[in-house]
């Protein structure tokens, strides 16, 4: 595969038509995974004749039909499952047993759930509303969509974007990032091996700033649909505006991980630990400050210290595996920098606060860590900074913990614990974040809804309300 090009559009694999390569590396390890070939806007403009011609007849098949062909996707993944899980592990440096229980399964469902939703689009009544003509609701595909996807969960986000795009009708030119295209083009082969038509499905590589802004002027394409950093939406947004696209954008987050006086303490600690270093934090959903109520504060500090201290960090193919390194050096050391500055301004680090030693030191490995005494307006509570490190902060009364909860730019997700059913309904209603958790943090289901409020961005992956995103509605 990777030797015919890193580029599939129409079917096939070709090859880039830049002159240069970038190199995919494992970052376990610093070797290299596959010198992978790169597009340029030609490139895009061809991936879009592909995807609009291919959307003509795919815009006009049967519900039964996309569901159809989106079973057989599904199956096909199914046969190479093991295949995915490693290049996930290997270009993004996952636990294998994270791919294998996490990534790859949930994507493969996803893709099932998609192939029932897609019979199951729906219109709204069709009535004499004023008394002397019928009028009935279209809800027709958007045209050809341009995605643009991060690193972090590499196939899941390909998934996400894909799925509810073509379910409904549309065809699609994705993007992955540069550094993680190894499963997304997988995806794009497995679609054709599945019986879709060539063009519905098209993946470009490149760097974003290229590829990616060439997608987002395009005038051929008519929905931009992105996930990743805040900074970067923010500019598409701007630059989607010269063809006045629709935009879709899921950004990034920093979740609170609120604790009230009478939660389940050894069930907010694990919480805690596991929400906090899934994906060696490299989750936009991660529990990133833990606000906890002053009568369970150092109870709570050293019970995740504790834990801390017994998480296995390693080789990300061992099955024992809890985590493995961050995406990248350079990832590894911008999160390096915010604890290091953190220190700086008076913060205590509990638990870890540096790459470890011996034998994983020529990997991007960051210590599980644990920082506490910092204010609630410091820069690393206040910005995302995506790696393996908790915050632990304490409040007193209720509100205060609500409010702290909601004092940062993002709203991504969030997650209260108490014994109590008000306090945690209260909370959720209060937190503003496109999802909140009640006594656990992570959990998703492809027919829930994920997406952001505030700097996190608008629009729902995932569940029936991507199709909001997708599709566009007609009064005829
Ligand atoms: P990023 O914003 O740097 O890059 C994301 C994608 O955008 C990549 O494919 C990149 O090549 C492309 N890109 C970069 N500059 C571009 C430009 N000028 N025009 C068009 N495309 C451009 O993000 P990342 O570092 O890959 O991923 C981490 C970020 O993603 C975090 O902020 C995280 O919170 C966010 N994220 C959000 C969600 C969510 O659902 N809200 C999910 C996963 C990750």
Same mark, same amino acid.
């Given at each position: 595969?990777?030797?015919?090009?890193?580029?599939?559009?129409?079917?096939a694999?070709?090859?880039?038509s830049?002159?240069?390569?970038?190199?995919?590396?494992?970052?376990?390890?610093?070797?290299?995974?596959? @010198? !992978?070939?790169?597009?340029?806007? =030609?490139?895009?403009? #061809? $991936?879009? *004749? %592909? /995807?609009?011609?291919?959307?003509a &007849?795919?815009g @006009? !098949?049967t519900?039964?039909?996309? =569901?159809?062909?989106? #079973? $057989?996707? *599904? %199956? /096909?993944?199914?046969?190479?499952? &093991?295949?995915?899980?490693?290049?996930e592990?290997?270009? =993004?440096?996952?636990?294998?047993?994270?791919?294998?229980?996490?990534?790859?399964?949930?994507?493969?469902?996803?893709?099932?759930?998609y192939?029932? =939703?897609?019979?199951?689009?729906?219109?709204?009544?069709?009535?004499?509303?004023d008394?002397?003509?019928?009028?009935?609701?279209?809800?027709?595909?958007?045209?050809?969509?341009?995605?643009?996807?991060?690193?972090?969960?590499?196939?899941?986000?390909?998934?996400?974007?894909?799925?509810?795009?073509?379910?409904?009708?549309n065809?699609?030119?994705?993007?992955?990032?540069?550094?993680?295209?190894?499963?997304?083009?997988?995806l794009?082969?497995?679609?054709?091996?599945?019986?879709?038509?060539?063009?519905?499905?098209?993946?470009?590589?490149?760097?974003?700033?290229?590829?990616?802004?060439?997608?987002?002027?395009?005038p051929?394409?008519?929905?931009?649909?992105?996930?990743?950093s805040?900074?970067?939406?923010?500019?598409?947004?701007?630059?989607?505006s010269?063809?006045?696209?629709?935009?879709?954008?899921?950004?990034?987050?920093?979740?609170?991980?609120?604790?009230?006086?009478?939660?389940?303490?050894?069930?907010?600690?694990?919480?805690?630990?596991?929400?906090?270093?899934?994906?060696?934090?490299?989750?936009?959903?991660?529990?990133?400050?833990?606000?906890?109520?002053?009568?369970?504060?150092?109870?709570?500090v050293?019970?995740?210290?504790?834990?801390?201290?017994?998480?296995?960090?390693?080789?990300?193919?061992?099955?024992?595996?809890?985590?493995?390194?961050l995406?990248?050096?350079?990832q590894r050391?911008?999160?390096a920098?915010?604890?290091?500055?953190?220190?700086?301004?008076?913060?205590?680090?509990?638990?870890?606060?540096?790459?470890?030693?011996?034998?994983?030191?020529r990997?991007a490995?960051?210590?599980?860590?644990?920082?506490?005494?910092?204010a609630?307006?410091?820069?690393?509570?206040?910005?995302?900074?995506?790696?393996?490190?908790?915050?632990?902060?304490?409040?007193?009364?209720?509100?205060?913990?609500?409010?702290?909860?909601?004092?940062?730019?993002?709203?991504?997700?969030?997650?209260?614990?108490?014994?109590?059913t008000f306090?945690?309904l209260?909370?959720?209603r209060?937190?503003?974040a496109?999802?909140?958790?009640?006594?656990?943090?992570?959990?998703?289901?492809?027919?829930?809804?994920?997406?952001?409020?505030?700097?996190?961005?608008?629009?729902?992956?995932?569940?029936?309300?991507?199709?909001?995103?997708?599709?566009?509605?007609?009064?005829?």
């Amino acid at each position: 595969m990777l030797e015919q090009g890193h580029q599939y559009v129409d079917g096939a694999f070709r090859r880039g038509s830049d002159s240069g390569t970038h190199d995919v590396v494992n970052p376990a390890t610093g070797e290299l995974v596959t @010198r !992978a070939d790169l597009a340029t806007p =030609a490139d895009v403009d #061809t $991936a879009v *004749a %592909a /995807a609009t011609r291919a959307q003509a &007849e795919w815009g @006009r !098949a049967t519900p039964g039909e996309r =569901a159809a062909a989106l #079973t $057989a996707l *599904a %199956a /096909a993944m199914s046969e190479r499952a &093991e295949e995915y899980a490693q290049a996930e592990t290997a270009q =993004a440096g996952k636990p294998i047993k994270l791919s294998r229980e996490f990534d790859v399964p949930g994507s493969i469902d996803n893709v099932s759930f998609y192939a029932g =939703a897609a019979r199951n689009l729906e219109g709204r009544a069709s009535a004499e509303y004023d008394g002397a003509h019928t009028s009935v609701i279209r809800r027709e595909p958007v045209g050809v969509v341009g995605s643009i996807a991060p690193w972090n969960y590499p196939l899941q986000m390909a998934v996400w974007k894909v799925m509810p795009a073509i379910a409904a009708g549309n065809t699609i030119v994705l993007k992955p990032a540069e550094i993680t295209p190894i499963t997304s083009l997988m995806l794009a082969e497995d679609c054709t091996r599945a019986g879709l038509p060539n063009g519905v499905v098209n993946v470009l590589n490149g760097p974003g700033r290229v590829v990616g802004e060439a997608l987002v002027t395009h005038p051929g394409v008519r929905m931009t649909s992105f996930t990743g950093s805040t900074p970067v939406g923010q500019r598409i947004m701007e630059l989607a505006s010269g063809t006045v696209k629709r935009v879709h954008l899921e950004l990034g987050g920093k979740a609170p991980f609120v604790v009230f006086d009478d939660a389940d303490l050894d069930a907010a600690v694990q919480g805690a630990v596991a929400g906090a270093l899934i994906n060696s934090g490299q989750d936009c959903t991660a529990a990133t400050r833990a606000y906890v109520q002053r009568p369970l504060y150092d109870a709570f500090v050293q019970g995740v210290a504790d834990v801390m201290r017994t998480v296995r960090l390693g080789d990300p193919t061992d099955p024992s595996t809890d985590q493995g390194p961050l995406v990248s050096v350079k990832q590894r050391d911008a999160v390096a920098g915010y604890v290091d500055r953190a220190r700086g301004y008076g913060a205590k680090v509990v638990v870890g606060g540096q790459a470890p030693g011996g034998d994983l030191a020529r990997g991007a490995y960051y210590e599980p860590t644990l920082v506490v005494d910092v204010a609630q307006d410091s820069e690393i509570v206040q910005q995302e900074l995506f790696g393996p490190v908790l915050v632990v902060l304490p409040f007193d009364t209720d509100d205060e913990g609500i409010a702290l909860a909601n004092d940062t730019p993002f709203g991504l997700a969030a997650s209260a614990w108490s014994r109590d059913t008000f306090r945690t309904l209260r909370a959720s209603r209060e937190i503003q974040a496109g999802c909140v958790w009640i006594n656990d943090h992570i959990p998703i289901v492809s027919e829930m809804p994920h997406g952001g409020y505030k700097a996190s961005g608008f629009g729902k992956d995932m569940s029936q309300y991507s199709f909001d995103e997708y599709t566009q509605v007609k009064h005829v």
